[in-house]
T-cell receptor, first 113, second 111 residues
């Protein structure tokens, strides 16, 4: 158990809908990262937050947004969902904003039908 | 952007065999991390390397930070069935604090 929690574990929704994925980092970690992993693919970095502020952006679509709250938990919002958005979404956390060792949550499996 | 070249893409191994995989970059890195991902699970950090030439073990796993700072190796000795999964390398450049990920090496046990 990495100490990073993600909810929900599974999510099934229809095209055009909007969903919110939630992540709580390890105790003491200030930085949160979001990744997307499509079937049999690698990890695609989406976005990073550090202590409530956006730190870095990767290949995140404009339909997707995220935020980190004062208690350091983070939410990833996915809107106008398309079939191609079906994937595993992982949250990771690290102590600092400088990456180094990232610890991953169990993921949320999103299925768009 | 910067890419990591991770090889091999997949490996078929027999139980008891030693396994070796590597990652190379075109630029100098100051950190190398190795992760393992089981199907449907989140990646788990296996080994972290911070110094050129560093050799670190975690049970049957051994990883090395290449002396050129452009590569890293992961070896698994005497493989067992639970070693199957995808192994990812990740590294951090001197000039960019973003973590860069390899595409993964898929380890499969021969029937």
């Amino acid at each position: 158990d990495s100490g990073v929690t993600q909810t929900p574990k599974h999510l099934i929704t229809a095209t055009g809908q909007r969903v919110t994925l939630r992540c709580s980092p390890r105790s003491g970690d200030l930085s949160v990262y979001w990744y997307q992993q499509s079937l049999d693919q690698g990890l695609q970095f989406l976005i990073q937050y550090y202590n409530g502020e956006e730190r870095a952006k990767g290949n995140i679509l404009e339909r997707f947004s995220a935020q980190q709250f004062p208690d350091l938990h983070s939410e990833l919002n996915l809107s106008s969902l398309e079939l191609g958005d079906s994937a595993l979404y992982f949250c990771a956390s690290s102590v600092t904003g400088g990456n180094y060792e990232q610890y991953f949550g169990p993921g949320t499996r999103l299925t768009v039908t | 952007g910067q890419q990591l070249n991770q090889s091999p893409q997949s490996m078929f191994i027999q139980e008891g065999e030693d396994v070796s995989m590597n990652c190379t970059s075109s630029s100098i890195f100051n950190t190398w991390l190795w992760y393992k991902q089981d199907p449907g699970e989140g990646p788990v950090l296996l080994i972290a390397l911070y110094k050129a030439g560093e050799l670190t073990s975690n049970g049957r796993l051994t990883a090395q930070f290449g002396i050129t700072r452009k590569d890293s190796f992961l070896n698994i000795s005497a493989s067992i069935p639970s070693d199957v999964g995808i192994y990812f390398c990740a590294g951090q450049e001197d000039s960019n604090y973003q973590l860069i990920w390899g595409a993964g090496t898929k380890l499969i046990i021969k029937p």
